[in-house]
């Protein structure tokens, strides 16, 4: 590999990383008031989190990344027992615990019938 090569990957992936942040605080010195974008942003976290958690969850539990039905409805049952235990608003490590037991269980008991 080339000495160049690595430099100037490195500085692109520097600016690629570093404007995102820098822009917002140079193009918007003034406080947001309009409280459409307030919400707006407010949710952003959230959904970029969700966005990045979501594929995760489905195709995680597969030896090698790839799609099986019995590795992908166990998550998904990990995913539906996390979702209704936090829907009632039960600890973090309850949520955690539980949904990891039901995608193992769940992918046990679907071994044996697929």
């Known amino acids: 590999m080339n000495y160049t090569y690595v430099l100037i990957s490195i500085l692109i992936m520097a600016l ?10 140079v ?8 409280r459409f974008i307030k919400s707006f942003l407010a949710y952003v976290p959230y959904a970029v989190l969700g966005a990045m958690t979501f594929p ?9 990344g790839g799609f099986s039905p019995v590795y992908f409805l ?3 049952a990990g ?3 996390a979702v209704v235990l936090a829907f009632f608003k039960r600890g973090l490590l309850l949520v955690a615990v539980s949904s990891v037991a039901a995608a193992l269980i769940a992918q046990e008991l679907l071994g044996l019938v697929l």
């Open 79 to 81: 995913m539906l027992v």
């Open 74 to 76: 166990g998550g998904l």
């Open 16 to 25: 690629v990383t570093y404007l995102p942040r820098m822009l917002p605080l």
């Open 56 to 64: 995760g969850i489905l195709f995680s539990t597969s030896p090698d």
């Open 27 to 34: 193009l918007f010195r003034k406080t947001i008031e309009n």
